[in-house]
């Protein structure tokens, strides 16, 4: 149960098209990631398949039955919100509790489930508060836990950490990948924040303009880019993009990751000067101005002092660098 | 809020604007509730002396109790400014939310026209309306002010109200659209109660020019059993004589109630938006 199929999806806001013929398949039990920059229409796919705008185009099938058209209630999904979207006036209990209450089971079931839910997400204690009184970690907690409750054939996910800061980020992040593995239920994430997409996904879907430019895995999105915007989206911090006519190469750019560039102080591949170090202690960034190039960053291990304004060279491995064509495409 | 960083001198200069638009505005309210414990004379000759041992007089709450049906007055002034205030939060908040809410075709030009009443006096189409009047036989009844204030009350409402609820958190609405509330129950139960500060600010503004309107309970429902307060305290008014006394009497008698609705309101309008739905 919880296979989504997306077909030829398309959306307009009037003239506009937004989403682009998306074709995709979620299968059963997959952690699947929207992700692209601000505007991509990864959130407007998310809320078409939650049933919350009409689709153009296209259709939806959520376990071979088509949700294309049915109101949101009915599509057996559940979606958590960024901004939480409590309901203030009800309890936890009662917020967590109220689509089951809507769908008319009996008030046993229905206790039974908030409180299966509460445990899982350790909201015991909280069950009799009003959301105002909860701090923000602890709202999202109860806003996955309103989405458990429904089990629902499918989680949706609306950029559920972006209110949080960034230790809670992390915890909660922690949170759902545990909750995925515990309820084994297939679930879609919407973020702009690639890290979350990475650590998270069984696959990724980057979008960009309302378009998928490439579907995947983690690792094969990073290992094996089809695109400039893939190649510069997915991993942090960016790729770097070098000049092939500079090199001598026959590609029009060739991208390197931060991680496979070192430095020397000979002359090397590439010579520079250093424009700024960011020193994180676990690693070192450095960013270096290279002539043709534009900035470049090379990610070093451990600590390294480099003085700001100094000249060296830049060294890599040939075989790590990513070749596109003009158009950005991958050269294979 | 608490603004501790204020210094001194500016708190005082803030203080003393504030309280002298206080007093410039409770004035006029102070002068009539204390003339009307006075006698005749001492309206006259002290105006603004408080009522001492030789000018208190009840004189005038005792014409107003003996002389007309106040009671009725109060009753159909009460009855047609609740009414009224009723369906234009009622009316005003649906039309708000339809508005803000739903994209349909001419969904800018429909919020336009309703708002074009808040430009043009209702006043100006009162023959035409008393002509409706006459014909459907509203003429003397109530419910022909309560029609007449909701009309001119929508405007101003659907303004206030659609703003406030454009506002209102999308994703509150979208969960319980998953939850599976219906869209009366997502206005009800989730907008409503969100935009009770914005509703009490257009209950304070509907009710007090309906409480104090002359113009339409004389021409619409000018009968003895229909008279509202404003109207029915005009019966002492003449065109040669005033019975002060109960002029004031009435005025002051007639301030009480609206004062107590404005109460309720003005604690909602105080209360802030209720916290915790978003972040």
């Given at each position: 149960m919880g296979q989504l199929t997306l077909s030829g999806v398309t959306k307009n806001f009037g003239p506009v098209e937004v989403i682009k013929g998306v074709d995709l398949k979620v299968a059963d039990g997959e952690f699947c990631v929207f992700v692209g920059p601000s505007g991509c229409g990864k959130s407007t796919l998310l809320r078409m398949i939650a049933g919350l705008e009409d689709v153009s185009g296209g259709t939806v099938t959520l376990d071979g039955r088509e949700i294309t058209n049915l109101p949101p209630a009915r599509r057996e999904i559940a979606m958590v919100f960024q901004s939480y979207a409590l309901y203030p006036h009800l309890t936890v209990r009662d917020n967590m509790g109220l689509a089951l209450k809507q769908a008319g089971h009996p008030k046993g079931d229905i206790r039974a489930a908030t409180d299966r839910a509460a445990t899982m997400l350790s909201l015991d204690a909280l069950l009799d508060r009003?959301?105002?009184?909860?701090?923000?970690?602890?709202?999202?907690?109860?806003?996955?836990?309103?989405?458990?409750?429904?089990?629902p054939k499918l989680f949706l996910f609306d950029e559920p950490l972006s209110n949080l800061d960034a230790a809670l980020r992390v915890q909660t992040r922690i949170e759902i990948a545990k909750l995925h593995r515990d309820l084994g239920a297939t679930m879609v994430y919407v973020t702009h924040d690639q890290v979350e997409a990475m650590t998270l996904a069984d696959k990724i879907v980057v979008l960009r303009a309302g378009k998928v430019e490439q579907v995947g895995a983690p690792m094969e999105l990073y290992n094996d880019p089809a695109n400039t915007f893939v190649a510069g989206f997915i991993g942090s911090p960016q790729m770097n993009f070098l000049n092939s006519v500079a090199l001598g190469l026959s590609s029009h750019s060739a991208g390197i990751r931060p991680e496979q560039v070192q430095l020397t102080d000979g002359p090397g591949q590439i010579k520079g000067t250093v424009s700024h170090v960011e020193r994180l202690g676990g690693e070192t960034l450095v960013y270096v101005h290279a002539e043709g190039h534009g900035l470049l960053t090379a990610r070093l291990f451990g600590e390294h002092d480099r003085a700001v304004g100094s000249d060296l060279g830049i060294t890599f491995d040939p075989a790590r660098l990513f070749h596109f064509d003009k158009a950005g495409q991958r050269l294979r | 809020?608490?603004?501790?960083?204020?210094?001194?001198?500016?708190?005082?200069?803030?203080?003393?604007?504030?309280?002298?638009?206080?007093?410039?505005?409770?004035?006029?309210?102070?002068?009539?509730?204390?003339?009307s414990f006075k006698s005749k004379r001492a309206i006259f000759t002290q105006p603004l002396a408080l009522p001492g041992p030789d000018s208190f007089d009840l004189v005038g709450y005792q014409t107003v109790a003996n002389q007309g049906d106040f009671v009725a007055y109060f009753q159909n002034s009460l009855v047609v400014t609740c009414l009224s205030l009723f369906f234009v939060l009622l009316f005003g908040a649906m039309a708000a939310f339809a508005l803000s809410e739903y994209r349909f075709r001419g969904n800018t030009l429909m919020g336009l026209y309703l708002a074009l009443g808040i430009m043009i006096p209702i006043r100006l189409g009162t023959v035409a309306i008393l002509q409706m009047m006459v014909a459907t036989g509203l003429v003397n009844t109530l419910t022909a002010l309560v029609l007449v204030y909701t009309a001119q009350g929508l405007p101003l409402a659907v303004f206030i109200l659609s703003e406030f609820m454009r506002n209102v958190s999308d994703d509150l609405k979208n969960a319980g659209r998953i939850d599976g509330l219906s869209e009366y129950r997502i206005f009800f139960r989730l907008v409503l109660p969100l935009v009770r500060p914005a509703m009490a600010t257009v209950a304070v503004f509907t009710m007090i020019p309906i409480w104090n309107d002359l113009w339409f309970p004389l021409i619409l429902a000018p009968s003895e059993s229909t008279k509202t307060i404003t109207l029915g305290s005009q019966v002492f008014l003449g065109q040669f004589v005033s019975n002060w006394n109960a002029v004031l009497a009435a005025l002051s008698l007639a301030i009480l109630p609206v004062l107590v609705l404005y109460l309720i309101f003005s604690r909602q309008l105080i209360r802030g938006i209720t916290a915790g739905a978003v972040k």
């Open positions: 009003r959301p105002a009184e909860l701090s923000g970690g602890q709202r999202q907690r109860v806003a996955i836990g309103r989405a458990i409750v429904r089990r | 809020m608490s603004q501790p960083r204020q210094s001194p001198a500016r708190s005082i200069a803030a203080h003393t604007v504030l309280i002298l638009w206080t007093l410039i505005a409770l004035f006029p309210v102070f002068v009539t509730v204390v003339n």
